[in-house]
């Protein structure tokens, strides 16, 4: 079992940055994957960025080259920085991590609001 724990969430304007962090309760070394997801009302949660074993990195096409997502192996903690943030950047951002197992796991989320 993996506990996932997101934090940076808040209200920024349009154009601003944050940095949103995700605290993992074990190592997450090893992984199948690990990243970020978010999700607007009636809407289905849909990727943000991720890695992949492997050395593999995806990002969403609307958040390329303004997002940039990173881990610190030793405090076991994923990050996402945020830059030039966009209304449409508003959702509750997600943290999963899948295990070599096929294990998945969620954080329960933290809220974006982009908005002057």
């Known amino acids: 079992q993996v506990q996932l724990v997101e934090s940076g969430g808040g209200l920024v304007q349009p154009g601003g940055s944050l940095r949103l962090s995700c605290a993992a309760s074990?190592?997450?070394?090893?992984?199948?994957?690990m990243g970020w997801y978010r999700q607007v009302p009636g809407k289905e949660r849909e990727l943000v960025a991720r890695?992949?074993?492997?050395?593999?990195?995806n990002y969403a096409d609307s958040v390329k080259g303004r997002f940039t997502i990173s881990r610190d192996n030793a405090k076991n903690t994923v990050y996402l920085q945020m830059n030039s943030l966009k209304p449409e950047d508003t959702a509750v951002y997600y943290c999963?991590?899948?295990?070599?197992?096929?294990?998945?796991?969620w954080g329960k989320g933290t809220l974006v609001t982009v908005s002057s």
């Open positions: 890695f992949l074993s492997g050395g593999v990195t």
């Open positions: 074990r190592s997450i070394f090893r992984f199948a994957a």
């Open positions: 999963n991590y899948i295990d070599g197992s096929g294990g998945m796991y």
